[in-house]
């Protein structure tokens, strides 16, 4: 029984042999499309692969035993059937045709001429390739694993069985309950030369912004290395639009590519900073654009159809790796959608919204923003916050990612735009704009774009993630999370319009206390028995400025680096005795899951004078601290026998103190880069000493949220929790449990 198949003779009616994924590869090499070398493992194969070791009965055993509302049931049958699946064998007979195809692939061009290699094996990218061609599609299922930079015969067997295993991953479980599809299905594999690319992409022979059906644009997305960053949207692409008709380049826009995934001579898929030349450098030369525009414009006269293409040029040339057809074409056709974007930015806060601009020059403005209105302006700052709450949507001209309107616009969950240079510039009071802040671009007038939203499935993972908060009012959104990693109180002590200072200026100490007992008891009462992180107060001098009270504050010339957190704390006790006060109340109510951190702290004297000001005012003297400063972190063992509930990165001033970048310059934001290899030495290093005092190791800053190969490091490195913007607890929930389960 053949159990290998070559591509020939095979197309797209075969889903059935080899899978929708392989069918359809074999149908563009056998149209001539330059596609890498590959095999397939039939769907048979899988099948014989169960019945020689008694598989079927028992997965189907385990998956009919599962309790949909309880997530443990879940993740436990889907570990159970991976862990069969793992262990069982793959037939002798099998097994020698695999391997056997495996060595034929040897004898296609030459593979990979690194001297430091033998040239022996291959790598090659092993791909799933279900039958059941809806689940791939379904981004809320997610695809089947692939496995990349394979190499070696036991390697390949192993990655085939992994993909076997990924029919049974709980997102594709609960896929198939939830949409009544049988759960007995089948699966054929892809073994594939994997193309070291230096550049890739992806190519939409149809604008992806405007699908209407004979659209005459092919547009080309492009990344140095491997397209893992683009596909994961780690960086902004180039992105350049080709006429379809003339083969002419009609639009060329350079992105800032910060990073790129690539094999090293190890052969382990990393990702690093792409040289700093090359950042804002086009990908593509004009010649390969106009090629590859070439081919797509072929691929889409093949199958008469609008296709989503995935390229890589490996040493000069153009491989074709993947298409499939535009699929939303027909349910778009009929949103209007008027012109390309007049302006882009940074998608701080994801979503999309319609509304009338009215730009706000200062906090004097404010009172223009009517419900549902757009808020243009240059960057927020605390005194926007109720301006904010009530806009569509966020534009602004600067920031970065850990920016007022970044932070804030995510936790109200308000769609918003950063880093736009010139928003204030060309929108005007009562132009009407539709800002797709998921893709960081503006459009004039109305245009319906349709969102997809990922359906979480409720998942625990060892590693706990926990949220950011700033608001009391949006903890009820969060409560699944397994606890709050970071409450921020500027923004509480703010939003009553009066610098927080000046409540001790105004001796309304009383007061003070009383919204932080309101605000943090709130919290703390939505997520009991749950943790609730409450940060000392960390305000810097440039921020409050405009708040009553807040133009006595001293000018400093560098704030960022000032007279803030603990130090300015101890200078000016005031407020933190009343912090403490508020502590000691919530305690005595009962709040027992209240802990406060001290932000900004560079030494162990600062945590014993926090806690001799504890002492007096009879609060409790179990702080955390925030790891912001390489002192801090070097420091960490001190700290540890000093005493301490917890140690939390906050990696957005431990990457600005550590690489001595302003976290707000938007210029650097392309070298801001939290993951550079001194912020990976600190990590480990405080989370290893952690370890060792058992003191739990969290991370509070932005970079969880956004990063899954930072999540990868930190879960790996052990980490204890991770901390994250409310939008971000079901991704980081997923990604923390496929993490878990590769490292088990
Ligand atoms: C941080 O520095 O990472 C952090 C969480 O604090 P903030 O962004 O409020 O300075
Ligand atoms: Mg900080």
Redesign the pocket.
């Known amino acids: 029984m053949p159990f290998v198949l070559w591509p020939t003779n095979l197309g797209k009616k075969d889903v059935k042999l080899v899978g929708g994924k392989a069918a359809n590869l074999a149908e563009l090499i056998n149209a001539g499309f330059p596609v890498p070398e590959a095999f397939f493992i039939t769907a048979e194969a899988y099948e014989e692969f169960l019945k020689s070791n008694n598989l079927k009965e028992k997965i189907l055993g385990i998956i009919k035993g599962i309790d949909y509302s309880d997530v443990n049931s879940l993740n436990n049958a889907s570990e159970k059937i991976k862990t069969l699946i793992m262990e069982a064998e793959v037939p002798e007979e099998m097994k020698n045709q695999i391997i056997d195809a495996y060595k034929k692939l040897y004898g296609g061009p030459p593979v990979d001429l690194d001297f430091v290699k033998p040239i022996d094996m291959p790598f090659v990218a092993v791909r799933s390739s279900g039958v059941m061609e809806d689940i791939e599609k379904a981004s809320s299922a997610g695809q089947y694993d692939t496995f990349l930079n394979v190499k070696g015969e036991k390697r390949l067997i192993e990655a085939i069985k992994k993909c076997w295993a990924s029919l049974y991953t709980p997102r594709v479980i609960y896929y198939r309950h939830k949409h009544n599809q049988p759960q007995d299905t089948s699966i054929g594999v892809i073994v594939q030369r994997m193309i070291n690319s230096e550049k890739s992409g992806v190519a939409f022979t149809i604008d992806p912004t405007n699908p209407v059906k004979g659209s005459k644009k092919i547009v080309i997305e492009a990344c140095w290395g491997l397209g893992e960053t683009l596909v994961q949207g780690k960086v902004e692409p180039d992105r350049y639009v080709v006429d379809k008709d003339t083969g002419e380049i009609i639009e060329k826009h350079i992105g800032k590519k910060s990073i790129e995934t690539v094999r090293d001579i190890y052969g382990m898929t990393v990702v690093r900073n792409v040289n700093r030349d090359k950042v804002e450098a086009q990908v593509l030369s004009d010649y390969e654009i106009v090629a590859l525009a070439a081919f797509c414009k072929k691929i889409e006269q093949h199958y008469n159809f609008p296709e989503d293409i995935e390229w890589a040029i490996e040493r000069g040339k153009i491989y074709i790796v993947q298409t499939r057809a535009v699929t939303i074409l027909e349910e778009k056709e009929t949103r209007e959608v008027k012109g390309t974007p007049v302006l882009e930015g940074y998608g701080a806060s994801p979503g999309v919204a319609t509304g009338v601009v009215k730009v706000i020059r200062d906090a004097s403005e404010i009172w223009k923003i009517q419900k549902g209105d757009i808020l243009v302006t240059k960057m927020t700052n605390p005194d926007f916050v109720v301006a904010m709450e009530k806009s569509a949507a966020i534009v602004t001209d600067e920031g970065g990612i850990?920016s007022h309107a970044a932070?804030v616009s995510r936790e109200l969950g308000v769609p918003c735009v950063i880093a736009t240079k010139k928003a204030t510039q060309v929108l005007k009071d009562g132009m009407k704009i539709t800002v797709d802040a998921t893709h960081g671009k503006i459009y004039p007038g109305e245009i319906e774009i349709k969102e997809e939203k990922a359906k979480a499935v409720e998942i625990k993972t060892k590693t706990q993630v926990k949220v950011?908060l700033a608001f009391p009012e949006t903890a009820e959104r969060a409560k699944h999370a397994d606890g709050v990693g970071?409450l921020?109180l500027?923004h509480m002590l703010t939003k009553a319009g009066m610098h927080p200072i000046e409540y001790i200026r105004e001796r309304k100490q009383e007061e003070l206390i009383k919204i932080i007992v309101d605000g943090v008891g709130k919290v703390a009462q939505i997520f009991y028995p749950k943790q609730v992180w409450v940060?000392s107060l960390?305000a810097r001098t440039d921020e409050f400025r405009n708040m009553k009270g807040g133009e006595k504050e001293p000018e400093e010339d560098n704030p960022m680096l000032g007279w803030h957190g603990i130090r300015r704390s101890l200078d000016e006790p005031e407020i933190l005795k009343c912090e403490l006060k508020a502590l000691k109340q919530l305690h005595e109510k009962g709040l027992d899951n209240v802990v406060w951190e001290l932000?900004f702290i560079i030494s162990v004297s600062e945590l014993r004078k926090a806690k001799e000001i504890a002492k007096e005012v009879g609060a409790p003297t179990n702080f955390g601290i925030?790891v912001?400063t390489p002192a801090a972190a070097l420091t960490i063992e001190d700290f540890c026998k000093e005493g301490i509930a917890f140690a939390s990165?906050?990696?957005?001033?431990?990457t600005?103190t550590t690489l001595g970048i302003d976290r707000n310059n938007e210029k650097l934001i392309k070298i801001f880069d939290e993951m550079h290899p001194a912020m990976q030495f600190l990590f480990k290093h405080v989370i290893e000493i952690c370890k060792k005092y058992n003191v739990e190791s969290s991370i509070?800053?932005?970079l969880p949220s956004n990063r899954r190969d930072a999540v990868e490091f930190l879960v790996k490195t052990g980490i204890d929790s991770l901390s994250v913007n409310i939008d971000a607890i079901d991704k980081v929930r997923e990604w923390v449990a496929e993490i878990e389960k590769s490292k088990n």
Do not use: A, K, V, Y
């Not at 990165?649 to 431990?654: A, I, K």
């Open positions: 850990t932070i950011n970071l921020r500027e940060r960390d932000p925030m912001e990165f906050g990696s957005n001033d431990l600005q509070c800053g932005e």
